[in-house]
């Protein structure tokens, strides 16, 4: 089984999670994409979507999925969302594909976060895969600076700019044995946007393609 097949397989096993008659977070990425495709095979029964990006809301408007705007919505029953590492208490890194911040205010909004992953996602302790932090533009050299001294490399990602206009920086060589910690500190930085930490709010649900089939895992 490729990568693919396996994160397709976690996309189409989170449609057990959408209810009739509500609206669905919906995530960004690779594995996401395959949870749209199969949300539009029950379009007729849900309102409709938040979406996490620009690229998600254009891919669910294409399959006649209606998108509302985050501020129409006061609740949504579930969030789903694909995460670039995710360890045994479903603290997560996100933003490899530099919607982490539309991606944790879709997550705040819901009551339920459905993790789908392949199963090269799970690691002990995160960090291995670089961190992305989304920082105003102007506060980049500084942001650097402060998270050399939290222990990391920052590497500006060159030629991305957000969907909120705004840059990311990847920081390497992290051991977040404490991912709340980390994510406060990171945070309270003035210029970053927000850290690709997700876990104050992780994942409530995980899915999990594997070669041998789909896991879930509900907390
Ligand atoms: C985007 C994200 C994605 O959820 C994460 O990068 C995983 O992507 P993929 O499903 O393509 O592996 O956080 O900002």
Redesign the pocket.
């Known amino acids: 089984m490729t990568q693919d097949e396996m994160?397709k397989a976690a996309g189409w096993a989170a449609l057990e999670y959408v209810k009739k008659g509500t609206i669905v977070g919906v995530?960004?990425?690779?594995?996401?994409n395959h949870f749209i495709d199969a949300l539009e095979t029950r379009k007729e029964e849900i309102k409709g979507a938040v979406s996490s990006s620009i690229a998600s809301t254009e891919r669910l408007e294409q399959l006649g999925i209606k998108v509302f705007d985050a501020n129409e919505v006061s609740s949504l029953d579930i969030y789903v969302?694909?995460?670039?590492e995710i360890n045994a208490d479903y603290d997560m890194i996100?933003?490899?594909?530099?919607?982490?911040t539309r991606?944790k205010i879709v997550a705040a909004i819901a009551k339920t976060f459905v993790c789908i992953v392949d199963d090269t996602k799970q690691v002990d302790v995160l960090g291995q895969f670089p961190l992305p932090v989304e920082v105003i533009p102007m506060a980049r050299s500084y942001i650097g600076r402060e998270l050399v001294k939290l222990g990391g490399d920052p590497v500006y990602r060159q030629g991305v700019v957000t969907d909120n206009g705004n840059i990311i920086l990847d920081v390497y060589n992290m051991q977040i044995t404490n991912p709340k910690e980390m994510e406060d500190k990171i945070n309270a930085l003035p210029g970053v946007v927000t850290v690709?930490l997700f876990a104050h709010r992780g994942a409530d649900v995980l899915l999990v393609g594997a070669p041998d089939g789909v896991k879930k895992f509900e907390k």
């Open positions: 994160k995530g960004t990425g690779s594995t996401v969302d694909g995460a670039d996100k933003g490899g594909g530099a919607a982490l991606e690709g």
